[in-house]
């Protein structure tokens, strides 16, 4: 009996010693101050998961499209592409999207977007955060011919820093392969300051 009583003791003793243990390491840690990290996820659940291509017949006696500068956010709906053999060809993916036709590509307009990118200074004062739904459109050229908030965070900070990440960069042309007069790619900017 009285080894039994040294056993519950010894166990009791090692239960205690582990909690609090436990306890200061996670004293510890809440009270450590996280650094902010940019967090850019490009996953959207529903729209856009597959890649959507579309061939639309030009009009009869349709005018050439005028240039648009890469500065100008247009409103959605309103075209501006290069016209091969009078059709559009466009399709529309998500900057992450895996296939393997598109992905060496979307990582450089990612990574071009990613250096752009910055958390608003006046935003994070005011302690904003949300996530932005963004399809922009480039033209055969690599020229931005379009950019279409799809969801706004609530916050126009965070909208406009969105924005001015999908404006700044200059992008390559699109590769012949694609065949394409314009990719529209979808993005989800999210803001979480931790």
Same mark, same amino acid.
């Given at each position: 009996?009285?080894?039994?009583?040294?056993?519950?003791?010894?166990?009791?003793?090692?239960?205690?010693?582990?909690?609090?243990?436990?306890?200061?390491?996670?004293?510890?840690?809440?009270?450590?101050?996280?650094?902010?990290?940019?967090?850019?996820?490009?996953?959207?659940?529903?729209?856009? *998961?597959?890649? %959507? /291509?579309?061939?639309?017949?030009?009009?009869?006696?349709? &005018?050439?499209? +005028?240039?648009?500068?890469?500065? #100008?956010?247009?409103?959605?709906?309103?075209?501006?592409?290069?016209?091969?053999?009078?059709?559009?060809?466009?399709?529309?993916?998500?900057?992450?999207?895996?296939?393997?036709?598109?992905?060496?590509?979307?990582?450089?307009?990612?990574?071009?977007?990613?250096?752009?990118? *910055?958390?608003? %200074? /006046?935003?994070?004062?005011?302690?904003?955060?949300?996530? &932005?739904?963004? +399809?922009?459109?480039?033209?055969? #050229?690599?020229?931005?011919?379009?950019?279409?908030?799809?969801?706004?965070?609530?916050?126009?900070?965070?909208?406009?820093?969105?924005?001015?990440?999908?404006?700044?960069?200059?992008?390559?042309?699109?590769?012949?392969?694609?065949?394409?007069?314009?990719?529209?790619?979808? *993005?989800?900017? %999210?803001?979480?300051?931790?």
């Amino acid at each position: 009996m009285p080894g039994n009583k040294i056993l519950v003791y010894s166990v009791a003793i090692s239960l205690a010693m582990h909690l609090v243990v436990l306890s200061l390491s996670g004293l510890i840690e809440w009270q450590r101050k996280k650094p902010l990290e940019r967090v850019m996820t490009i996953d959207l659940k529903e729209m856009f *998961a597959a890649v %959507e /291509k579309k061939e639309t017949p030009l009009p009869p006696k349709a &005018t050439p499209p +005028r240039t648009q500068s890469p500065q #100008t956010h247009r409103v959605a709906g309103k075209k501006n592409v290069a016209v091969a053999s009078g059709k559009i060809r466009e399709a529309t993916v998500n900057l992450n999207s895996r296939e393997s036709r598109y992905r060496p590509y979307l990582k450089t307009i990612k990574d071009k977007i990613e250096g752009a990118w *910055a958390y608003p %200074e /006046k935003a994070t004062a005011q302690k904003e955060e949300g996530t &932005t739904v963004i +399809r922009f459109s480039l033209a055969d #050229t690599g020229e931005l011919a379009e950019t279409t908030i799809l969801q706004s965070s609530g916050s126009s900070l965070l909208d406009e820093a969105t924005l001015l990440a999908v404006r700044t960069p200059h992008f390559e042309p699109l590769p012949t392969a694609f065949q394409l007069s314009r990719l529209n790619v979808v *993005a989800t900017f %999210e803001y979480r300051l931790e």
